[in-house]
């Protein structure tokens, strides 16, 4: 089992719709969660982060956590054509610990 | 503009050869990650330096070393290239005691042929 899993995709939304990625791990001394955006070609751009249960907003971005079931979540509202990357999510168990990384989830807005 | 910065951007290699990387870190980090990422998947921790020493060291023969100077700058060296090695490599500088995520710098393709 890998430490971090998320669906590879595509996930293919409409312009304007909600899209909805999620992510599943295994340690469960995993402390801190993290949601980056990779457009191709360009390195990994920190989006999200969230370290207690419960959702996190930051304009149209969502973070949901749930320690319990070991999983994390990243809700995208009124998704733009620009929001089409490869979405990565990253745990972390301690402060200055490495961040352990899923294989990312492609995400393709459809105008 | 991240703070961090990386060199070469571009970097094609034999396979045997050895190669350098750079990394210059966000003033005031203490702390230096290294990343490698393949195509397709998502970025496998290398190892970590903090205060010139290594200070965790992932899944990685010994052929992938590191340095910390004092500065906090770093280099990746790889031995002994092969084609696998061929990814994006990245570097992300933070402070020991952070609990946030890392900030990459631009990365550094290398192409092993």
């Known amino acids: 089992q890998k430490e971090v899993e998320q669906n590879s995709g595509p996930l293919s939304v409409p312009e304007g719709a909600i899209a909805s990625l999620n992510c599943t791990y295994s340690?469960?001394?995993?402390?801190?969660f993290f949601w980056y955006r990779q457009y191709s070609g360009k390195s990994p751009e920190l989006i999200m982060s969230?370290?207690?249960?419960g959702d996190k907003e930051d304009g149209r971005f969502t973070a949901q956590l749930n320690k319990a079931s070991q999983y994390v979540s990243l809700l995208i509202r009124d998704s733009q054509p620009s929001d089409s990357a490869t979405y990565l999510c990253?745990?972390?168990?301690?402060?200055?610990?490495?961040?352990?990384f899923g294989g990312g989830t492609r995400v393709l807005v459809k105008p | 503009e991240t703070g961090v910065t990386q060199s070469p951007t571009h970097l094609i290699k034999t396979r045997g050869q050895q190669v350098t990387l750079r990394c210059s870190s966000q003033s005031g980090h203490n702390t230096v990650s290294w990343y490698q990422q393949a195509l397709g998947q998502g970025p496998q921790f290398i190892f970590q330096?903090?205060?010139?020493?290594?200070?965790g060291r992932g899944n990685f023969p010994p052929r992938f070393s590191g340095l910390q100077f004092p500065n906090y700058s770093s280099e990746l060296n790889v031995n002994a290239l092969e084609l696998d090695d061929s990814a994006l490599y990245l570097c992300?500088?933070?402070?020991?005691?952070?609990?946030?995520?890392?900030?990459f710098g631009s990365g550094t393709r290398l192409t092993v042929v």
């Open positions: 330096y903090y205060r010139e020493e290594e200070n």
């Open positions: 969230i370290y207690s249960n």
């Open positions: 990253a745990v972390k168990k301690a402060a200055g610990n490495k961040l352990t």
């Open positions: 340690d469960r001394g995993s402390q801190s």
């Open positions: 992300a500088s933070s402070l020991i005691m952070e609990s946030y995520g890392y900030t």
